[in-house]
């Protein structure tokens, strides 16, 4: 029987020659060896490399390993433009030794392999490149750095607490180096963020900070649209706490934005559901197309983004920010690991939000990477819209909130992947849902 450090034979540290097969979620390809699976970090498929087990997975079903040394190379390997990626190096990213071609395509594989793995639908996709940051670095619009005991900044090893004391960060945004993060000494922090903003100067917010700074960003987000017939369009600033959510590609929020409301062509005087808002990014455009005579409620559990929110779209007073978690706002159970049930042998069940409208004709979700899940996923879909754009950061999740949609009577209209993340093997989706039977 193995232990926990060796799986089949296989210890950490032991390097075996493997050929590299399909991509898999996660940033890693899969290989077997005497029958057993690694998840190969640093390969491409149809290559031969030396792995080296670098972790033994859950039950040892499964082990994780470097490619330590290419023996075949697949013609679409390139010298990773980081010094810092690779084998032991910085975790940042998966897929700096890919050319960016082929990271699109390999995303298109797991998103496809996802929905057919989770929601079991076959879609064909490809990943679509997001304006700006043509080379796939410099884009990175805030970057964490961790700081190690001795107060040095740099990037952690992946799945590590170990801090690679980098120079800089090649997928940052200009705006981010110039914060010049790494070249200063910060004891007494556990991180230190930089953040490039679309307007104004460049943020640096040392975590933790006694006091706490009241850091705010501006962010700009354009959008046009030409939906209903009506053209409405918006060059908005939105103000948005240093350690708040936004997306950190700079042309990623008006490409969701612009990609989301295409598929809803929303008209005016129609009620609409902006879940997981933040500071109010889709509900502004939801706002602006639906008009006075129809209204958005738009639901977020931080209670800063809502404030900004209510003072951003002041201009919009039919748009009503909600602070809340989305499911207790549907009053649905939340999830209930190491939760309430436990304790009290009962989930909780909240009482549905009297803010929240029994019916609407659009709904926009944006959940964070677990996803909605299925409590929230069949409370969206008693609304009864006649058309729902999930914007997904993890395609697993999107693939598991499709098959409750699915199986709550709506169909996937349209999906689109988005290249918002480069040289890491994170994509985003915008998938569009209409009722199955009309
Ligand atoms: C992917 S972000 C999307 C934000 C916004 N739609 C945007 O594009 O800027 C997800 C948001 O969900 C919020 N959030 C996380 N869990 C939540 C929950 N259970 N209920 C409501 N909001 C939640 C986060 O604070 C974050 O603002």
């Known amino acids: ?76 390997r390139v010298t990773p433009p980081c010094p810092w990626a690779g084998p032991d190096r910085c975790g940042g990213c998966d897929l700096q030794h890919v050319a960016l071609p082929r990271q699109r395509a390999l995303k298109a594989e797991v998103v496809a392999e996802q929905m057919q793995r989770l929601a079991g639908l076959t879609v064909d996709v ?26 040095v900044a740099g990037l952690r090893k992946h799945r590590s607490h170990e801090i690679v004391a980098v120079d800089r960060c090649r997928i940052a945004a200009p705006g981010v180096t110039a914060c010049e993060v790494t ?22 917010v040392p975590v933790p900070s006694d006091p706490v700074p009241d850091v705010r960003e501006r962010v700009v987000a354009s959008w046009l649209s030409a939906a209903a017939g009506a053209t409405v369009a918006f060059d908005r600033e939105f103000t948005v706490s240093a350690r708040g959510f936004w997306q950190v590609h700079p042309g990623a929020a008006a490409t969701f934005l612009a990609a989301a409301m295409a598929g809803l062509d929303v008209r005016p005087g129609e009620r609409a559901l902006d879940l997981y808002s933040g500071v109010g990014l889709f509900a502004a455009a939801l706002g602006e197309s639906v008009g006075p005579r129809g209204q958005v409620v738009a639901v977020e559990a931080d209670a800063a983004a809502v404030a900004q929110a209510t003072a951003g779209l002041a201009d919009l007073p039919w748009v009503l920010p909600v602070q809340a978690r989305v499911d207790d706002a549907f009053g649905v159970p939340r999830p209930t690991r190491g939760g309430p049930r436990r304790r009290t042998g009962r989930p909780r069940r909240p009482t549905r939000s009297p803010l929240l409208p029994a019916t609407a004709d659009v709904v926009v979700l944006d959940p964070p990477r677990v996803g909605a899940g299925t409590g929230v996923v069949r409370a969206v879909a008693a609304l009864g819209a006649r058309a729902i754009a999930y914007v997904a950061c993890d395609p697993a999740a999107l693939a598991r909130d499709t098959a409750a949609l699915v199986a709550a009577g709506y169909r996937l209209e349209s999906l689109r992947a988005f290249d918002a993340f480069p040289m890491t093997h994170h994509v985003e989706c915008v998938a569009h849902f209409v009722p199955s039977a009309p």
């Open 1 to 76: 029987m193995s232990g926990a450090g060796e799986a089949a034979g296989l210890g950490v540290g032991d390097e075996v020659e493997v050929e590299v097969g399909r991509v898999a979620h996660g940033g890693h390809c899969v290989a077997r060896h005497e029958g057993q699976v690694l998840f190969v970090r640093h390969a491409l498929p149809e290559e031969r490399v030396r792995a080296r087990v670098t972790e033994i997975g859950a039950g040892s079903r499964f082990v994780r390993a470097d490619a330590v040394e290419v023996l075949g190379p697949s013609p679409d």
């Open 183 to 204: 070249a200063r000494g910060w004891p007494g922090h556990e991180a230190v963020d930089a953040v490039a903003p679309s307007v104004g100067e460049p943020v640096v």
């Open 126 to 151: 490809g990943v679509e490149p997001v304006p700006g940051a043509d080379d796939g670095l410099g884009w990175r619009t805030r970057v964490e750095f961790s700081v190690r005991d001795d107060g």
